[in-house]
């Protein structure tokens, strides 16, 4: 058998139907956040993986909702979509095999429901996303879009009770990794009219969103990249603290995503202004060195649980 039908079969995930749903959510998250999924098929106990796959699933495919297509055609998605999880939450009922793995990991695990009622309420920010004027907007975009969404998969990991100080850790977290993306993502987003590095940022180094789409390296925009890299640098150092406020397992995942942006960050700074020409990705061999060693540290803590 094979270690994801053992997974399932700990998370209590027997009826066919459901196996099929989280069978489907394995294979998008798989395809579209491949070290994300290795990272949590390594590291996390089986009879929660399902469950963390499934609301990284509906991140994902929130994601997709909101950034692909012209605007109309995703806000009529995105609304479509809002209202069949909104009657799923009211009726318990869907005929959306991505919604039925969602009810189904918020029956595990209820404080979920307050993180998917928060991510609806406000994932709409991103429809409006064309760019930030200051480094403030960049900052209300963190708390009204990046947070709710980050918080679908973290919700799962963190405390029982007053999570309020894992909540601010998750913050900061994903205030550095949201930067680090913008910056990452520079050839990606410019040709789909989209820039998440404010305006007010550029003018400091004297560089415009022309130079930026126009792909022109000068000293002014390698130096606006080595700022934006280091602060998400910052923010990610500034979240280590992060893995001790977690429940259970999730710290070991928690401490290895942050060591895989750390490493994604070194990429990018040594990229520089060429990655107005391409993203950098963490090294092969030292993400797997993170998740092996990480791999061993969790089967440590589960010896000796």
């Known amino acids: 058998m094979s270690a994801w039908k053992q997974s399932l079969d700990a998370a209590g995930v027997r009826d066919p139907e459901s196996r099929r749903d989280y069978d ?26 399902p469950h963390v796959v499934a609301a990284t699933a509906v991140m994902h495919h929130g994601d997709d909702l909101l950034d692909t ?63 930030f004027a200051t480094e403030a907007d960049y900052q209300a975009y963190v708390d009204a879009y990046s947070l709710p969404a980050f918080m679908l998969v973290a919700s799962l990991l963190g405390p029982e009770g007053d999570d309020t100080r894992f909540r601010a850790a998750c913050r900061t977290l994903i205030d550095g990794s949201q930067r680090l993306d ?9 040709p789909e009219g989209r820039l998440g590095i404010p305006t007010e940022t550029l003018e400091r180094f004297s560089v415009t969103a022309e130079d930026l789409a126009e792909g022109r390296e000068t000293a002014g925009v390698r130096e606006l990249v080595e700022e934006q890299v280091e602060a ?64 061993r540290r969790a089967r440590g803590e589960q010896r000796g649980a």
Do not use: C
């Open 24 to 49: 489907r959510q394995r294979h998008l998250v798989a395809g579209a956040r491949r070290t994300s999924y290795l990272a949590a098929r390594l590291l996390l106990p089986r009879p929660m993986l």
């Open 69 to 131: 297509g012209p605007k109309p055609q995703r806000v009529a998605a995105w609304a479509a979509w809002e209202q069949s999880v909104r009657k799923a939450l009211d009726t318990g009922v869907s005929d959306d095999p991505l919604i039925r793995a969602l009810l189904r990991t918020m029956g595990a695990y209820p404080r979920l429901r307050v993180a998917v009622e928060e991510y609806l309420s406000t994932a709409t920010a991103e429809l409006e996303f064309t760019g």
């Open 182 to 190: 913008f910056v990452n993502d520079l050839a990606e987003d410019l």
């Open 232 to 295: 998400a640098r910052v923010s990610l150092r500034a979240a280590r603290g992060l893995p001790a406020l977690t429940e259970g397992p999730g710290g070991v995942l928690v401490d290895s995503v942050i060591r895989i942006e750390l490493l994604t960050a070194d990429a990018a700074f040594t990229r520089g202004a060429r990655l107005l020409r391409g993203s950098a990705s963490p090294p092969l061999p030292g993400t797997l060195r993170v998740l092996l060693g990480a791999r």
